[in-house]
């Protein structure tokens, strides 16, 4: 056994523990009531990463969450990785669908993770994942095993949108200098099927407002009469796909990189267990866009969705009301060569020129994001695929990650550097939904296979 494997076995219990306290940790950023916890999160961070033997840690102050950073630089003449992840998780409400509360993780064996799995929201999005490369970093520092600089950034505001990473990264450019970025916060097929997410969508998110009359009205006395706005926004959702699954907004899909039947046929080699997909989401039937895959429709199409929707009367029992407001809250996958802002822009045009007389419509643009591809022909992703293979005993399969991380757009726009995405999740394993957990397998694989990546990298 390698010293980093012995080092790992001898002190499993103890990285397992120390995730289980940061995951007691509400650090939630969509929700103010959480900002004393963020900043909890933030220093626990911290000082983990003092605790792993990093250097010049700090937690760096922004206009929303702060940002974590610590290195360590062993000569400056060797290529330097810098590691990027989130401290921040999603808000865990309906907390009633989750079998233990969301904040106090505890193991249960599932028949995917039959090892077992922490039960916890940020179990695998992202804490489990960036402190795999914590544990990873003391690991190579105490067998005296690190064989290049290493800086680490975890930041809190990944799942609100990222809002002021970007002005950080300008700022710091010489600080966050580097030769490769490294992220694990994505998945991987199964845990017999490695892979390499080689891209991510991005994304266009807007709130709608439809309005109607001036006030909510009696719907027996005007019913009928008046434009109900409820009715009408969910009209004008439905008409924003046909019936063959295509988006209808006009020039939406003119910057759309159609790949080549070469391109696409390399795409669906990745295995896809389609009875399994569909047990696992209790569905029996899938849909979406005519003529392409479910590993195409996540991969490599863009999408429309409406995450939310209200208005009117939801409370107990029935009240007759016609309302006057109704509201939905709608995203857009995006994938290259599509731009965000063009797209917000692309939407709000149509989506108010589609609204009837009788009612007002407006359109607020949330954050977005860039799509990106990484390269599969680097030496970054040879180091990746490498070190995977010798942990799974298989090499892994390059995938197009579904879910977005706008910041890999910009790191490579202000930067210059491009992104490994080596993630360890499961799609399954229960990301932004109740009971989200991440196999217990994967977070001490992802410790085993992190100093691999660097050994090969420095090489
Ligand atoms: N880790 C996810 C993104 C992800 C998950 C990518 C699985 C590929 C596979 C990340 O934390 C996330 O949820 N991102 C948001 C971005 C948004 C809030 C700007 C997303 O994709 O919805
Ligand atoms: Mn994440
Ligand atoms: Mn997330």
């Known amino acids: 056994m390698t010293a980093i494997n012995q080092y790992i076995e001898a002190n499993k219990q103890r990285f397992l523990d120390e995730l289980l306290e940061l995951l007691r940790i509400p650090s939630v950023s969509a929700n103010p009531v959480h900002a004393k916890d963020m900043q909890r999160m933030a220093e626990a961070t911290a000082k983990s990463l003092r605790d792993a033997g990093a250097d010049n840690v700090e937690i760096c102050p922004t206009d929303g969450y702060p940002i974590v950073y610590g290195e360590k630089i062993?000569?400056?003449?060797?290529?330097?990785?810098?590691?990027?992840?989130?401290?921040?998780?999603?808000?865990?409400?309906?907390?009633?669908?989750?079998?233990?509360?969301?904040?106090?993780?505890?193991?249960?064996?599932?028949?995917?993770?039959?090892?077992?799995?922490?039960?916890?929201?940020?179990?695998?999005?992202?804490?489990?994942?960036?402190?795999?490369?914590?544990k990873a970093l003391e690991t190579m520092l105490r067998t005296n095993t690190l064989p290049c600089n290493v800086k680490m950034m975890i930041e809190g505001e990944e799942e609100v949108g990222s809002a002021n990473l970007g002005a950080f990264v300008i700022a710091n450019r010489e600080k966050l200098a580097c030769?490769?970025?490294?992220?694990?916060?994505?998945?991987?097929?199964?845990?017999?099927?490695?892979?390499?997410?080689?891209?991510?969508r991005g994304l266009s998110y807007v709130e709608v407002e439809v309005t109607g009359a001036n006030r909510d009205l009696h719907s027996g006395v005007y019913g009928g009469a008046v434009a109900n706005p409820i009715?009408?926004?969910?009209?004008?959702?439905?008409?924003?796909?046909?019936?063959?699954?295509?988006?209808?907004?006009?020039?939406?899909?003119?910057?759309?990189?159609?790949?080549?039947?070469?391109?696409?046929?390399?795409?669906?080699?990745?295995?896809?267990?389609?009875?399994?997909?569909?047990?696992?989401?209790?569905?029996?039937?899938?849909?979406?866009?005519?003529?392409?895959t479910t590993i195409e429709r996540t991969g490599i199409r863009p999408t429309l969705d409406c995450n939310g929707i209200w208005g009117g009367y939801t409370g107990e029992g029935s009240k007759t009301v016609l309302p006057s407001k109704a509201f939905a809250k709608i995203s857009m996958r995006l994938v290259p060569n599509q731009e965000s802002d063009k797209t917000t822009e692309l939407f709000t045009r149509y989506f108010k020129s589609i609204a009837p007389k009788g009612v007002k419509v407006e359109v607020r643009p949330h954050h977005g994001g860039e799509p990106v591809v990484t390269p599969?022909?680097?030496?970054?992703?040879?180091?990746?695929?490498?070190?995977?293979?010798?942990?799974?005993?298989?090499?892994?399969?390059?995938?197009r990650g579904g879910g977005s991380i706008p910041i890999v757009a910009l790191f490579e726009k202000e930067l210059k550097v491009k992104t490994v995405l080596m993630g360890f999740g499961l799609d399954s394993d229960a990301l932004h939904s109740p009971n989200e957990h991440y196999g217990i397998f994967n977070y001490y694989q992802g410790i085993k296979t992190i100093p691999l990546f660097f050994r090969n990298f420095a090489e």
């Open 74 to 134: 062993i000569d400056p003449s060797k290529p330097t990785v810098l590691v990027y992840g989130h401290y921040d998780v999603q808000p865990a409400e309906p907390l009633e669908l989750w079998t233990s509360p969301a904040f106090e993780p505890v193991i249960r064996k599932t028949e995917i993770h039959p090892e077992g799995a922490i039960f916890a929201r940020g179990s695998c999005d992202d804490k489990g994942q960036f402190y795999m490369h914590i």
């Open 231 to 292: 009715n009408i926004l969910a009209k004008m959702i439905a008409s924003l796909h046909d019936e063959r699954g295509h988006i209808t907004i006009p020039g939406f899909y003119d910057d759309v990189q159609v790949l080549s039947d070469v391109e696409r046929s390399e795409l669906n080699k990745a295995p896809f267990d389609l009875a399994a997909y569909k047990k696992d989401l209790g569905i029996d039937e899938i849909m979406g866009e005519k003529d392409f």
């Open 179 to 200: 030769d490769v970025i490294l992220i694990s916060d994505t998945s991987i097929i199964a845990n017999d099927q490695p892979s390499i997410d080689c891209g991510l």
């Open 376 to 399: 599969t022909d680097s030496k970054a992703y040879r180091a990746a695929s490498n070190a995977m293979k010798e942990t799974y005993g298989k090499t892994p399969v390059p995938t």
